[in-house]
């Protein structure tokens, strides 16, 4: 909090000697930001083979507590910072949109890997989504597979510094519509997303239309 203390010397704002050893000026943001940097609450879940380098990351080596990260909550209603730690499947997608929507505002989510920042090795894979980014927002990639826990602690560090460039007045959890549920995907013999149902039944109406036509030209040959 040093930089803090530097108004204390802004010749805008005198402050009697007597008392500048007691009083402190900030903003409301400066406050705001630095309280809820430094306890983000991570959402205790792995996916893959990233978790073992993110439970590294909260084991005494790494020590994430130093960040006022040591409460790992099993409750995403606790939690706000989902970290998507490996592969993520189609079939565990459905959950990580759902824990995603239990989330109380301010909530963050960090793509730990290749894996979840893009499908990584498994990209062309029949059971693999090519990146969480297309169902719920990321704030904070880490690149690598897997990646160091060295870099993990960046990506916190770097999710503080988007942080602490919120405003209190813009941040959008407190405006009107703003915090809606992301529609949760559907596991069927493939993924739907719900978002693009519409697409999807007019593409399945354009096709039927075009087997049809299709049919009735191959019919009239055969008569003709
Ligand atoms: S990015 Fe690499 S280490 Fe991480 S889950 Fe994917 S394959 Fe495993």
Same mark, same amino acid.
């Given at each position: 909090m040093t930089d803090q203390f530097d108004s204390l010397n802004n010749p805008d704002y005198p402050i009697p000697d007597e008392l500048k050893s007691n009083v402190a000026i900030t903003t409301l943001d400066r406050l705001y930001n630095w309280s809820r940097a430094r306890s983000v609450w991570p959402l205790m879940f792995g996916l893959a083979c990233c978790a073992i380098e993110m439970i590294a990351v909260a /084991? /005494?080596?790494?020590?994430?507590?130093?960040? @006022?990260? *040591?409460?790992?909550?099993?409750?995403p209603r606790q939690a %706000?910072?989902?970290?998507?730690s490996g592969t993520v499947t189609k079939k565990m997608l459905p959950q990580i949109v759902r824990l995603y929507n239990q989330m109380p505002e301010p909530r963050y989510v960090l793509a730990m890997g290749a894996c979840a920042s893009g @499908? @990584?090795?498994?990209? *062309?894979? #029949?059971?693999?989504? %090519?990146?969480?980014d297309k169902f719920v927002p990321v704030d904070v990639y880490v690149p690598g597979c897997p990646p160091t826990p060295q870099a993990l602690l960046h990506g916190f560090l770097a999710l503080h510094a988007k942080i602490e460039r919120q405003s209190v007045r813009t941040v959008?959890? #407190?405006? *009107?519509?703003? @915090?809606e549920a992301v529609p949760i995907p559907i596991l069927g013999p493939d993924l739907i997303d719900p978002r693009q149902a519409a697409l999807i039944r007019a593409q399945a109406a354009a096709g039927a239309e075009a087997v049809a036509e299709n049919a009735a030209s191959q019919e009239e040959q055969t008569n003709g």
């Open positions: /084991a /005494a080596r790494y020590d994430q507590a130093r960040f @006022g990260m *040591e409460v790992v909550r099993p409750s %706000d910072l989902m970290i998507v @499908g @990584g090795p498994f990209k *062309e894979g #029949y059971n693999v989504v %090519d990146g969480i959008p959890w #407190y405006r *009107e519509g703003k @915090g």
